[in-house]
């Protein structure tokens, strides 16, 4: 008898952006009319055109592959040297990434869910709460948790509650800790974490010989020059954490895929007979055997977001979706909401109107406004009562959700 994962039956019935769009169709189904109108500010999914740097050095890439000369079959599963050189002149200069630890990917939705190949069995994992569901979905899938209680929350997860009080951002553990999931800025709330913040969580890593996996896919957004954008800015990181970041956002990659993480040779985890073992040859091997590369043209494209022209289209590109935040924002304040996020990342989170939940925030805003937002409590527990707005869209289409949400609330 061909024996299954069992763990897949703990997880909630569909993964949320998936189920949103469930939603959203069934809505679109009943109420065809109204289905022309939906703005879709749910998942974050940029909608301005690629950079023509991006698209200019994929062309020239094709085109070399149209060439016996310049022909590229498999590259190396790590990824091309000019994209790892060119991510640790222009993202990590002055610290202390070296080229050969970073591993080009086609996500950091992958990386994040496949990283879990290389950890052992009875690992504590600390997640926040609201979180980005992939991690708890992915530990679930592992046999990790045990299972849901009503409120959606696993056991055997240690979750830090973020909440207004702490801005978002968790207090240290009290408890033991092995792997811990910080993003920064946060998907979904916005926050963003202080060099402070960030020092104590690194401190707390290191001396309980725990590992940080920093997902800094939305790192491009920061504007403040004091809010470090990578955990590899502070003191100590490399011996203690892992970074995940992204082409995605950044230079809207969502649908090109490329991604890149960063394994210092200095992080090290303990295998079962007590002794330490670098994590760097682990996923470096684990990536050569179950993956075969972004592709060529990627990652030529990919390399042109760190180009002049590249830079300054990206600059253009965050400068639109920070607008659109900065809207967003302004339009909930006015309609009386409690408004978080959204000054150094594309999401705005907002506290829903007195008594109504997550959920019937979804079911409002879609079917009287027309507008598809992400409900909180799908993030987690923690997200009751909240909802967040993505900035990827159009102006026209921001100003547009901005009139509705002042028309409703
Ligand atoms: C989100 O909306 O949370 C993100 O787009 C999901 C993702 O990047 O996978």
Redesign the pocket.
Known sequence: MARLNDNFLKLKAGYL?PEIARRVKAFSDANPEAAKNIIRCG???VTEPLPAACREAMHRAIDELGTREQFHGYGPEQGYEFLRQAIVDHQFAGLGIAADEIFISDGS?CDTGNILDIFGPGNTIAITDPV?PVYVDTNVMAGNTGDADASGAYAGLVYLPCNAANQFVPAIPEGKADLIYLCYPN??TGATATREQLTAWVAYAREHGAIILYDAAYEAFIRDPEIPRSIFEIEGAHECAMEFRSF?KIAGFTGVRCAYTIIPKALTGTLADGSRQAVHPLWSRRHSTKFNGASYPVQRGAEAVFSDAGKAEVKTLIDHYMGNAALLREACAQAGLPVFGGVNAPYVWVGCPAGVTSWGMFDKMLEQANVVITPGAGFGAAGEGYFRI?AFNSRANVEEVCRRIGALL
């Open positions: 952006f998942i974050g999914d939705k980005y998907n979904p995605s993505s």
